[in-house]
């Protein structure tokens, strides 16, 4: 973490390559050291955590780093996420990342979402995460 502190893009590589880490806590601190040094060069081998890494805890923090690093490229996987994870909470973080984005085409994904979800809690995400877009435009 000291590294994303100083923003230092040497670290970048090294901290993407930490991703494969078989600790969860290893993953997870990767992920949130790489949104700090906000280079777009994580922003695949972060979506690749997203859609595929056993802990809800380590997606949760990719879903927030990918919407940190700000890649419109990454509303589509971010959509999925929200749609699919089998986790209330991973899906919970999508949306609020595609909010973060702002992207226009989030906003059909979100819509699509709204007649679907039966959760109080991620219907309430989908409306503030509409209504944080429908601001930026």
Known sequence: NALSIMRD????EPVIS????????????????LGKLNDRKAVQPVT?????????VVRMAAAKTIAL???PVSVN?????????????VRCSAV????????????DSLK???????????????????QKIGAKQ
């Open 18 to 33: 930490t991703l494969d880490d078989k600790s969860h806590d290893v993953r997870y601190v990767a992920c949130v050291a």
């Open 9 to 12: 893009k040497r670290a970048v």
């Open 69 to 71: 690093l700000g890649d």
């Open 48 to 56: 690749k955590i997203l859609k595929n890494d056993s802990s809800f």
């Open 96 to 107: 609020e990342g595609l909010a973060i984005i702002g992207d226009k085409n989030a906003v």
């Open 112 to 130: 699509n979402m709204a007649g679907k979800v039966k959760d109080a809690k991620l219907s309430e995400k989908i409306t503030e995460a509409l």
């Open 77 to 89: 996987d971010l959509s999925e996420a929200a749609l699919n994870d089998k986790e209330l909470s």
